[in-house]
DNA sequence: CGCGGCTTTGAGGTCGTTCAAGAGTTGTGG
DNA sequence: CCACAACTCTTGAACGACCTCAAAGCCGCG
């Protein structure tokens, strides 16, 4: 069978039927590389199209009309992207690789066929995208109501436990591999100030930097200040059809 | 047949089968009533439930360690409401009636029973959610990036924009029933400064109020200051399952 | 009529921005 | 393998958008 970054991942969650594994497969039958920097959906483009994103970083992000940026989102391999296409036909987001990556575009279409087919993987769908609802909360939260400070807490904080999901060498340290411009268009502060915090943190020592690798050296007191959690933890699926 | 407050939006959207329908509308048979400033659903409770909102208000928010509050999201007749309970064993934010409600509460199990029956159902529901997750990422670019004045005219349209959905009756204004503390805590920002905000659009003539009605006197100003697109008239379901 | 909640307004403070410039880093082509 | 260009990071000084605190007016309701 096809390996399916995608069904691995849904798989550390759920139990997948060997027919539900072949299907979700069948989405990454075209493997497509893209360049850092290289656009890989433009906003307000017409758009038939989903991704999953098979290796390296994505972003999501809109430009507002005097020229500044919102990142929206930071996807990392296994993740589904461009989901916003099933409802509008033209995308109300950009997306741009982060490093070089490898996207598996397939059609709406596709995606239709699989949900008639297989409603279980629909549910999943569905969950999963509410999963990203509750992730949008959180950060919705930390721009209305939290410090800078706290904002590059649990930013760097839930990079962390997202990366650690497919890739277990992680421990405390992780690459970030976004510029502080980039974290700033995350979270909502100019770049200047998210410097100012980084070296507030490190000085304090709560975190540390080795070229571009950020440690975390008090996860317990990041929490804290970033009023963070973990929602990766609390996931529940066993109430979903078996198949 | 029972009528069925979801099925009626879901069917403006798309066509629904009558079996659907049906199934649509067992998931509202157990109505309940509650008062305004009820809470329906409290954070890191535990919950099996997911609610249909049949008539009124609801407003989802967090409480912050400092006392802050962010209002996540105010939800209107036909929205679905505690999806988040799909996925978490643990509501991640609570629920409370800003006017007398009634809910049709309905337990996961039913979903469950209903997105395997109805994959055409399930879809939708996928979609849905995906719209919410877009809405969601208006906001946080608002928050992120733009002015308090921007925010509080995106966020009167948006109101707008969504109770036009159900009301026809609605041409330039309508009732906020939101404090002004409300409207700040949606898009981080204090009462005071929403006031502020207020009276300086309504000094401009962009709005006008009469006992809590708001009038929208400019809304192509409106929109420019906001930066905001109504997302609604976008939509493009033709791509779905025919059922 | 009086009470509680909401709105309005002022004065002063602060957190984060803007602008600017220098140091460090990375990538590229000769 | 070096030189140069283009980013990125770092730091300082000044500014301003929004906040905090406080008090007074208003409105609806019991």
New interface residues.
């Given amino acids: 069978m096809a390996t399916s970054c995608f069904a691995e991942r849904l798989a550390k969650q759920v139990p997948l039927s060997d027919a539900e594994k072949k299907a979700l497969a069948r989405l990454e039958e075209n493997p497509r590389k893209i360049k850092r920097g290289g656009m890989i959906q433009r906003v307000n483009d017409t758009v038939?199209e989903l991704f999953v994103l098979r290796e390296g970083r994505v972003m999501?992000f809109?430009i507002?009309?005097d020229g500044?940026?919102?990142i929206?989102?930071v996807y990392f391999p296994g993740d589904f992207i461009g989901?916003?296409s099933?409802?509008?036909?033209?995308a109300?987001?950009s997306l741009v690789a982060l490093s070089d990556v490898i996207v598996c575009p397939f059609d709406?279409?596709a995606l239709?066929r699989l949900?008639?087919e297989y409603?279980?993987v629909?549910?999943l769908?569905?969950?999963l995208?509410?999963?990203?609802?509750?992730a949008?909360?959180d950060?919705?939260?930390a721009?209305?109501?939290?410090s800078a400070k706290a904002r590059v807490a649990s930013f760097l904080l839930d990079m962390f436990d997202r990366l650690r999901v497919t890739d277990d060498s992680i421990v405390d340290s992780f690459d970030l591999k976004l510029t502080q411009e980039e974290i700033g268009?995350s979270?909502?502060l100019t770049s200047v100030h998210v410097n100012r915090m980084i070296r507030q943190m490190e000085q304090e020592g709560l975190i540390s930097r080795s070229n571009g690798r950020i440690i975390l050296n008090d996860m317990a007191r990041l929490e804290e200040i970033g009023?963070y959690t973990n929602?990766l933890k609390?996931?529940?699926?066993d109430?979903?059809?078996v198949s």
Avoid: C
């Avoid at 099933?86 to 033209?90: D, E, F, N």
């Avoid at 609390?234 to 699926?237: K, T």
């Fill in positions: 038939t999501s809109v507002l009309p500044s940026r919102q929206l989102r989901s916003a099933t409802i509008y036909s033209k109300p987001e709406k279409h239709r949900l008639e409603p279980r629909a549910a769908l569905f969950l995208s509410n999963a990203e609802r509750v949008m909360t950060r919705l939260a721009l209305g109501r939290t268009d979270i909502g009023h929602r609390d996931i529940d699926l109430w979903l059809p």
